[in-house]
């Protein structure tokens, strides 16, 4: 049986997150700073996503039969919704009956 997800945090219970989009902005231009309706937007934005992404990598994984979410969906999911290729996630023929 499969646990309760719990409830997606927050954009204010992310401040490691918040540190890093500035971290990347301060990486591009150091004099640049990013406003914090801008951030709480961005973070929403990045916890949208990510929940579209593990719904339907669950919903892939249940077609498949299983209770468990692997990387595998995840992939799948990236690939045939956004055109995302993650090297190295799940995907490159490492499966045991990939010849």
């Known amino acids: 049986p499969s646990q309760p997800v719990p409830p ?11 540190q890093k989009l500035q971290s990347i902005l301060s990486s ?3 004099s640049y700073t990013l406003e914090p309706e801008a951030e709480e937007h961005l973070l929403r934005m990045a916890d949208d996503f990510l929940d579209n992404i593990v719904k ?3 919903r892939l994984a249940k077609h498949r039969g299983s209770d468990r979410l692997d990387v595998q969906d995840l ?3 990236l690939k045939k919704g956004w055109g995302i290729t993650v ?4 995907s490159g ?7």
């Open 8 to 18: 997606p945090a927050g954009p204010h219970m992310a401040p490691l997150v918040g």
């Open 28 to 30: 591009i231009d150091p």
């Open 56 to 58: 339907r990598g669950m």
């Open 75 to 77: 992939s799948l999911v």
């Open 87 to 90: 090297p190295g996630l799940g």
């Open 93 to 99: 023929g490492t499966s045991s009956g990939s010849r």
